[in-house]
């Protein structure tokens, strides 16, 4: 069984930081592809930056130049640095990545949320 959390959430004042995280725990062969998503109210989930194996990296254009994501494959984390927030940034934020428990084995996991909110 694997398991995907993420932590780091909170109120910040428009134009401040935070950084989300997110552990894999669990029967982990190896993480591929993992990312960050966002659900504001009333709105689809949508993606906001992606990063797999090969460090390759795509962000949405509404978070370009203001958001970074990382991993660290070491600690089966991935990270999601969040600067200049916005009111439009909004959100429960999700982690997501496709974890083998074995050579031939691969599920996609979702983390549960965590709530972002900039208190402009």
């Known amino acids: 069984q694997v398991q995907v959390m993420e932590s780091g959430g909170g109120l910040v004042q428009s134009g401040g930081s935070l950084r989300l995280s997110c552990v894999a725990s669990?029967?982990?062969?190896?993480?591929?592809?993992m990312a960050w998503y966002r659900q504001a109210p009333g709105r689809e989930r949508e993606l906001v930056a992606s990063?797999?194996?090969?460090?390759?990296?795509t962000y949405a254009d509404s978070v370009k130049a203001r958001f970074t994501i990382s991993r660290d494959n070491a600690k089966n984390t991935l990270y999601l640095q969040m600067n200049s927030l916005k009111p439009e940034d909004t959100a429960v934020y999700y982690c997501?990545?496709?974890?083998?428990?074995?050579?031939?084995?691969?599920?996609?996991?979702w983390g549960q949320g965590t709530q972002v909110t900039d208190s402009a």
């Open positions: 997501n990545a496709d974890i083998q428990v074995n050579r031939n084995e691969e599920f996609n996991n």
């Open positions: 669990g029967n982990i062969f190896k993480i591929n592809d």
């Open positions: 990063i797999n194996s090969a460090n390759i990296i």
